[in-house]
């Protein structure tokens, strides 16, 4: 149509024409009573009815059900006709019964006069936009509910100024705080005064204004005051037009990690030192055994000689240097034993022990041990008990005592060994749990020094609890003396108080039996064969292995020998000679001693069976005890020791 034709148009057709090209929205009237009076292509393509069906119908046939038993349809006509117009949303209905969500206009339409002549009513359908709402609202409703419902994480937001703006439960459970208690407060009120002194609040929110994320671990603060280690992460967030409006702040408490991975570092530090205590006890043993068998062929020449010296005439001074190289050897022997018992490669041997006497014995060691700075007085008691235990291990408790006393007194002091009976009846023993009623030897070890707190003495006898710096002690001194005491039957307790000293007391338990005959003297007198007995010398050191072969000849025995168990086999699998007594060291290249000892038994039944070792890595010793019916000569062993275990042996009946 031309410019022309259309302008011709009456204004009335122009507006028809508009309003049917209009197919997004439904526009109709309505006359004063609300039926329909006209309809327009848009009203048909949104409700479905073409003009016919329904002009003169009501229009409340688009409203649903509900909303008509509700008047709904009445109160739109009423509002609009005394305002002048009514808007709404809300559900409609198609002519086929779908139902779509509507924004409503319904303007009233009014003469020259003023008088209402009907209602001009606007339909759109935005049901997706609504969909779209709700769907979002949902989205948020889930959200709300899904932050709302982690109480593991602390989930807040802050203001770009870093204050406070929203607060979720968890947030609640691990800060303490309520909703009212913190909104509106700055963030920094959960960092420590050390890292608030340091600016460490600031400097996060810095980072996550430029780069877009903070993260960290570090101690923060509760309401409470407490503390708790806290992986913290702050997210910037931004609107459409990358403004920053504020940041998201993820808080999880991790203190039980932290715990964990404290007592992992502290036990990967321990096995550190346990490893290198492990180490040094192996280094330590092979040392022992090696010089053990050189030992043993330095005393067994020196005691050979002492004996040829004193046939000879003015051999005094010749005799006396030989008494003072045996006395070193022998010195060099306790040595070894020490390092027998560090390395924990020896069994215990316990036995009856005179407890003052021990007392007399070890003051001197002690106070060259400790120093001039330290004062040692060892008392006993008249008539006191005797106990049963490993004598060197009791006296390395005593030591291990003492130098820990030392090391609480760097000025000098006092330090007090004696020992006492007691009675422990019923009351004391529910007191002490620990200690059954009997009757003990308590062995108390005071010092003047500087004493231990209550959480020291908490853990003072825990195996690599030190007191001291790294690497200035290995912790393992107390228990140490713990374990040794309670294998030995007893119990041990400590008393301390800063500044005040420490006292350890050692209770073993009375030894009811007979003590030991004092040792005579063997040099003497060596029990000699008869050179009908054979023993089969085992020995992979070569020197000492002549040794020993030279002494038992001298002694009238058979001598074979062999350098391995291989050889030792080799010699007991043929039917000659017959061999009464094996005498094997313990710790050779291949097969062992001991494994030798058991195959040999095996090819020679009755076959009586004597070890040497002087370092024995659980070969013939389990569970710090030898192994039942082996018997073990020591390293070094002197010629009398030797030749009385050697005839002993070859005199017990053969077993059955």
């Known amino acids: 149509m ?3 034709t259309l302008d011709q148009l009456g204004d009335a057709r122009r507006l028809e024409l508009l309003v049917n090209a209009i197919v997004d929205y439904a526009i109709f009237m309505l006359d004063t009573n609300g ?13 479905g009815y073409a003009a016919s069906e329904i002009i003169g119908k009501p229009f409340s046939a688009f409203y649903t059900p509900e909303d008509r038993a509700a008047g709904l349809p009445q109160r739109a006509l009423a509002t609009a006709r005394e305002t002048g117009r009514f808007n709404s949303e809300g559900w409609r209905v198609r002519k086929d019964g779908s139902r779509f969500w509507a924004l409503v206009v319904l303007d009233a339409i009014r003469d020259e006069h003023g008088e209402l002549i009907g209602f001009a009513k606007v339909t759109r359908d935005i049901t997706e936009r609504q969909q779209a709402h709700v769907e979002l609202l949902e989205s948020e409703r889930r959200y709300r509910r899904l932050i709302e419902a982690v109480i593991d994480y602390a989930i807040f937001q802050l203001d770009p100024e870093g204050n406070v703006a929203t607060w979720n439960p968890g947030a609640q459970r691990i800060k303490g705080y309520a909703p009212n208690e913190i909104i509106g407060r700055h963030f920094s009120q959960f960092y420590t005064p050390e890292d608030l002194a340091i600016g460490v609040p600031e400097r996060a929110l810095a980072e996550a204004r430029e780069h877009g994320r903070f993260e960290a671990e570090g101690w923060r603060v509760r309401k409470d005051g407490t503390r708790f280690w806290a992986s913290v992460i702050i997210d910037r967030i ?17 203190t039980e990690r932290k715990r964990a991975q404290d007592e992992l570092k502290l036990v990967q530090e321990q096995l550190l030192a346990s490893q290198k205590l492990e ?30 010296a004193r046939q000879l005439a003015g051999s005094a001074n010749l005799q006396r240097a030989l ?8 010195r060099a022997a306790a040595l070894t034993s020490r390092l027998l018992a560090f390395s924990r490669r020896q069994a215990l041997d316990p036995r009856p022990i005179n407890v003052n006497n021990f007392l007399n014995g070890v003051q001197d060691f002690l106070q060259r041990t400790l120093g001039e700075r330290v004062e040692v007085q060892t008392v006993g008691s008249a008539g006191l008990w005797q106990i049963e235990a490993d004598t060197n291990h009791l006296e390395s408790a005593i030591i291990n005592l003492a130098i820990n006393a030392r090391d609480a007194m760097p000025d000098g002091g006092k330090l007090t060994v004696e020992a006492v009976n007691v009675s422990a009846d019923d009351d004391y023993s529910r007191a002490n749990p620990e200690l059954p009623p009997g009757q003990y030897v308590v062995i108390c070890v005071t010092d003047t020094g500087s004493g231990m707190t209550a959480e020291v003495l908490d853990h003072a006898f825990e195996p690599f609890f030190t007191t001291k710096e790294p690497g200035q002690g290995t912790g393992l001194g107390l228990s140490q003396v713990y374990g040794f005491v309670k294998q030995s039957g007893g119990h041990v307790k400590i008393y301390s108080e800063v500044g005040h000293g420490t006292s350890i007391k050692l209770y073993f338990p009375r030894h009811l039996g007979a003590g030991l005959a004092p040792a005579a003297e063997p040099d003497e007198v060596l029990p000699e064969g008869e050179k009908v007995e054979t023993i089969l010398v085992v020995e992979d050191d070569a020197d000492l292995r002549t040794y020993v072969c030279e002494v038992l000849r001298d002694l009238n025995y058979r001598i074979l020998s062999a350098p391995s168990a291989q050889g030792a086999l080799t010699i007991l699998l043929q039917e000659e000679p017959k061999v009464d007594l094996l005498l094997t060291d313990v710790v050779m290249p291949g097969i062992n ?54 005839r002993d042996i070859l005199d017990r009946p053969a077993p059955e």
């Open 2 to 4: 031309s410019q022309t």
């Open 35 to 47: 039926f329909v009076r006209s309809w327009n292509s848009g009203a048909e393509r949104l409700k």
């Open 593 to 646: 001693g001991r494994e030798l000892g058991r195959r040999a038994q095996q090819i020679r039944p009755g076959l009586k069976i004597l070890y040497m070792t002087g370092y024995s890595r659980n070969a013939v010793v389990h569970q710090g005890r030898l192994d039942e019916g082996v018997e073990v000569l020591e390293k070094p062993v002197s010629q009398a020791k030797l030749a009385l275990r050697v």
């Open 279 to 308: 180490a040094i006890g192996q280094l330590s043993g092979g040392i022992a055994h090696d010089f053990n068998n050189l030992l043993m062929i330095v005393l067994g020449n020196i005691e050979t000689a002492e004996r040829n």
């Open 238 to 254: 931004v609107d459409e037009a990358g403004d920053i409006i504020g940041f998201a702040k993820v808080t999880r408490d991790l």
């Open 323 to 330: 008494g003072h190289a045996k006395r070193g050897a022998q």
